[in-house]
């Protein structure tokens, strides 16, 4: 079942988005699913983790299930390699 939900996340995610950077595929991917991608403690708290991987090892990439627009929101985006909504 867990297999067929990413399937469909990552399907439903590339049909709606383009890749406006391109991935590595030698790098090891991390991915982070929130719906607190916004002005929100978890935000708050994780958005120095997601700040510190190194991009010369990892693709990091932020799937969201809400769009906010408040600067913490696009703080997190800017880190990301790739951001879904």
């Known amino acids: 079942m867990l297999q067929n939900v990413k399937k469909n996340l990552l399907n439903l995610s590339l049909n709606r ?5 391109k991935i590595n595929k030698n790098k090891i991917n991390i991915a982070y699913i929130s719906a607190d991608f916004r002005n929100h403690p978890i935000s708050r708290l994780t958005i120095d983790l997601i700040k510190t991987h190194d991009r010369n090892k990892f693709n990091i990439y932020g799937f969201s ?3 906010s627009n408040d600067e913490l929101h696009e703080t997190i985006k800017k880190n990301l390699i790739i951001f879904f909504i």
């Not at 988005?17 to 950077?21: A, D, Q, R, W």
């Open 65 to 67: 299930t809400i769009n």
């Open 17 to 21: 988005y383009s890749f406006e950077k």
